[in-house]
């Protein structure tokens, strides 16, 4: 299946065509290049502008779409990773550690995915064993004790849902994480940055503020999933994406979401240095909204947020 934006791309590679021959070549194509960049333009906003939830999802699941890791190392001045849940293991699906943000400590936990198919494999496509949980609510409850703003990146299909994971507590991990972090007496910013798939999203997402990139998804299961169950028929999974209401518009309007970070046109692969700028402006905000609340104030908080949905 091409993807929904493939004109916009094929304009952009003859762009980028015509501008290495002229260098090249010597040649001028001055007159041609700013035609096909006005054409480009226009058909940026008639695609871009007109997206359902599938091309959402598409622009979500981008192989190039920036990482946990991509972030840190733009938004933060200086990032420290650790590693380990303290009971003999490390998952490389969730990184986190301590870095400075705008000048303030916080501890930075995140999904990663590889970049490669070697990497995929090291990290398990993104998708965290119990250890990754654990290791998570470690590095949470370090930053409880030394008074450190929380920030978590969501970018997962979900849990890893083999048998090793579950007979190592895969479902109490994610439990677990869901009852501390409820009470955790700093402040929790979540960011959506690409898929937030079922409880393996949920397991570092229990938040004060949840932020979303434009084209990212937060969903209880893929649209796949959806379809196959309710129709027999994963094929049908751009019908389900649409009746599912996962995207971050439609999660904005149900006050799931508490904001929108807007992306790069065409998606935040496209520019990741932009992309990060975007990110760090909206959430050095929401934090400075936080920072100054009582423990007591953020309790009560967060939980009326969550009481509040579905309403």
Same mark, same amino acid.
């Given at each position: 299946m091409?993807?929904?934006d493939?004109?916009?791309?094929?304009?952009?590679?003859?762009i980028?065509?015509?501008?290495d021959m002229?260098?090249?070549?010597?040649?001028d194509?001055?007159?041609?290049?700013?035609?096909?960049?006005?054409r480009?333009?226009?058909?940026e906003?008639?695609?871009?502008?007109?997206?359902?939830?599938?091309?959402?999802?598409q622009?979500?699941?981008?192989?190039?779409?920036?990482?946990?890791?991509?972030?840190?190392e733009s938004?933060?001045?200086?990032?420290?990773?650790?590693?380990?849940?303290?009971h003999?293991y490390?998952?490389?699906? &969730? !990184?986190? #550690?301590? $870095?400075?943000?705008?000048g303030?400590?916080?501890?930075?936990?995140?999904? =990663?995915?590889g970049?490669?198919?070697k990497?995929?494999i090291r990290?398990?496509?993104?998708?965290p064993?119990?250890?990754g949980?654990?290791?998570?609510l470690?590095?949470?409850?370090?930053?409880?004790?030394f008074?450190?703003?929380?920030?978590?990146?969501i970018?997962?299909?979900?849990?890893?849902?083999?048998?090793?994971?579950e007979?190592r507590?895969?479902?109490?991990?994610?439990a677990?994480?869901?009852?501390e972090?409820?009470?955790?007496?700093?402040?929790i910013?979540? &960011? !959506?940055? #690409?898929? $937030?798939?079922?409880?393996?999203?949920l397991?570092?997402?229990v938040?004060? =503020?949840?932020?979303?990139?434009?084209?990212?998804?937060?969903?209880?299961?893929s649209?796949?999933?959806?379809a196959a169950?309710?129709?027999?028929?994963?094929?049908l999974?751009?019908?389900?994406?649409?009746?599912?209401?996962i995207?971050?518009p439609?999660?904005?309007?149900?006050?799931?979401?508490?904001?929108?970070i807007p992306?790069?046109?065409g998606?935040?692969?496209?520019?990741?240095?932009?992309?990060?700028?975007?990110?760090?402006?909206?959430?050095?905000q929401?934090?400075e909204s936080?920072?100054?609340?009582?423990?007591?104030?953020?309790?009560?908080?967060?939980?009326?947020k969550?009481?509040?949905?579905?309403?």
């Amino acid at each position: 299946m091409q993807p929904f934006d493939q004109p916009v791309i094929a304009l952009r590679e003859k762009i980028l065509e015509l501008h290495d021959m002229a260098e090249t070549q010597g040649l001028d194509f001055k007159e041609e290049l700013q035609l096909l960049e006005e054409r480009l333009h226009r058909l940026e906003l008639d695609i871009y502008g007109n997206m359902k939830a599938w091309n959402r999802v598409q622009l979500a699941r981008h192989p190039e779409r920036p990482t946990t890791l991509d972030y840190i190392e733009s938004i933060c001045e200086d990032f420290i990773e650790l590693h380990g849940d303290r009971h003999g293991y490390d998952d490389a699906a &969730i !990184v986190g #550690g301590i $870095g400075t943000l705008n000048g303030r400590p916080v501890t930075i936990i995140g999904h =990663q995915r590889g970049k490669d198919t070697k990497e995929n494999i090291r990290r398990n496509f993104g998708m965290p064993h119990p250890e990754g949980y654990r290791k998570a609510l470690r590095l949470m409850q370090q930053a409880e004790k030394f008074n450190r703003p929380i920030i978590t990146f969501i970018d997962t299909k979900g849990a890893y849902p083999g048998r090793a994971a579950e007979e190592r507590g895969q479902s109490e991990a994610i439990a677990k994480n869901l009852f501390e972090m409820a009470g955790m007496t700093v402040p929790i910013i979540s &960011i !959506v940055i #690409g898929e $937030g798939g079922s409880g393996g999203a949920l397991g570092i997402g229990v938040c004060d =503020q949840l932020l979303m990139l434009e084209n990212s998804t937060y969903s209880v299961i893929s649209p796949e999933g959806a379809a196959a169950l309710l129709w027999k028929d994963a094929s049908l999974a751009e019908k389900a994406a649409e009746s599912m209401k996962i995207t971050a518009p439609d999660l904005l309007r149900l006050g799931i979401a508490d904001a929108i970070i807007p992306e790069v046109v065409g998606g935040a692969h496209l520019d990741v240095s932009l992309q990060a700028d975007k990110l760090k402006t909206v959430l050095v905000q929401k934090l400075e909204s936080l920072v100054h609340l009582t423990k007591e104030e953020l309790i009560e908080q967060r939980t009326e947020k969550y009481h509040q949905i579905g309403t």
